[in-house]
């Protein structure tokens, strides 16, 4: 789940899977930042689950500003 929290921060909330290195974090932030801009501040948050909005819906982007 990516949330942006600001115009310059995105936060990817990610549920790793075994594999999900630091490298594949940088390899993935290198790939959005070739579409956002090197501006963007891009963290990854390491989660067990992603929660359902309030609606039951899961939003994979969302934007909060």
Do not use: C, N, W
């Not at 974090?25 to 891009?42: F, P, Q, V």
């Not at 990854?44 to 939003?59: L, M, P, V, Y």
Request: charged residues 35%; proline residues 2%.
């Amino acid at each position: 789940k990516a949330i942006q929290t600001d115009v310059d921060t995105l936060i990817i909330y990610v549920v790793p899977a075994k594999d999900f290195t630091t490298e594949t974090a940088m390899s993935l932030s290198a790939d959005l930042r070739k579409y956002l801009g090197d501006d963007m501040e891009i963290r990854f948050i390491h989660t067990d689950r992603i929660e359902a909005e309030s609606s039951g819906k899961f939003r994979e982007f969302v934007r909060k500003f």
